[in-house]
T-cell receptor, first 115, second 113 residues
Framework: DAGITQSPRHKVTETGTPVTLRCHQTENHRYMYWYRQDPGHGLRLIHYSYGVKDTDKGEVSDGYSVSRSKTEDFLLTLESATSSQTSVYFC??????????????FGPGTRLTVT | QKEVEQNSGPLSVPEGAIASLNCTYSDRGSQSFFWYRQYSGKSPELIMSIYSNGDKEDGRFTAQLNKASQYVSLLIRDSQPSDSATYLCAVSRGQGGGNKLTFGTGTQLKVEL
């Protein structure tokens, strides 16, 4: 998984509680992304980062916040978890190559269940 | 209209045959195109990227891109049971810089003995 770890790998939490998922990379890549994957919707971008302290919203950012204080770590926080946020969450990383190519590699995923 | 469309399948092919997976996209500004393979319960794995019109071959895989028709395909030659997975098509406007991907919902491929 291209030097990417996610923690926790599985989590069950209750509605209304805050939850933080962590993505850690050892590739020193500049760009990091959080996606969620749901049946019928495919992978959808939540937030992404283009450098330390530089983040932006994706397609489905409501109810989520992110932080990136170090190159290697990108945190996703569900401020007050809801059942609609039950999903599999994937982190991805990428770097711009010298030829202009830009490919994303995914971490192993975190399965989150909100009861 | 979905931004990236794929037939959900399942697409069933016999072992040794050619599997053809198709993807259409709506954003004419798309510049980068990717195919990922995802086994059940696992994360997506990048298998092909293509940036210009035409064919790109890598082993048993060939990606084909036609920007005028807004169409990208993946051919898998000599299909093996281990190729049974869901194949995700992804597109991006950026060839450099931040590379936000838009994914299709995937095509399930089954390679039968």
């Amino acid at each position: 998984d291209a030097g990417i770890t996610q923690s926790p790998r599985h989590k069950v939490t209750e509605t209304g509680t805050p939850v933080t998922l962590r993505c850690h990379q050892t590739e020193n890549h500049r760009y990091m992304y959080w996606y969620r994957q749901d049946p019928g919707h495919g992978l959808r971008l939540i937030h992404y980062s283009y450098g330390v302290k530089d983040t932006d919203k994706g397609e489905v950012s409501d109810g989520y916040s992110v932080s990136r204080s170090k190159t290697e770590d990108f945190l996703l926080t569900l401020e007050s978890a809801t059942s609609s946020q039950t999903s599999v969450y994937f982190c991805a990383i990428s770097e711009l190559s010298g030829t202009g190519k830009h490919e994303q590699y995914f971490g192993p995923g975190t399965r989150l269940t909100v009861t | 209209q979905k931004e990236v469309e794929q037939n959900s399948g399942p697409l069933s092919v016999p072992e040794g045959a050619i599997a053809s997976l198709n993807c259409t996209y709506s954003d004419r500004g798309s510049q980068s195109f990717f195919w990922y393979r995802q086994y059940s319960g696992k994360s997506p794995e990048l298998i092909m990227s293509i940036y210009s019109n035409g064919d790109k071959e890598d082993g048993r895989f060939t990606a084909q891109l036609n920007k005028a028709s807004q169409y990208v395909s993946l051919l898998i030659r000599d299909s093996q049971p281990s190729d049974s997975a869901t194949y995700l098509c992804a597109v991006s406007r950026g060839q450099g810089g931040g590379n936000k991907l838009t994914f299709g919902t995937g095509t399930q491929l089954k390679v039968e003995l």
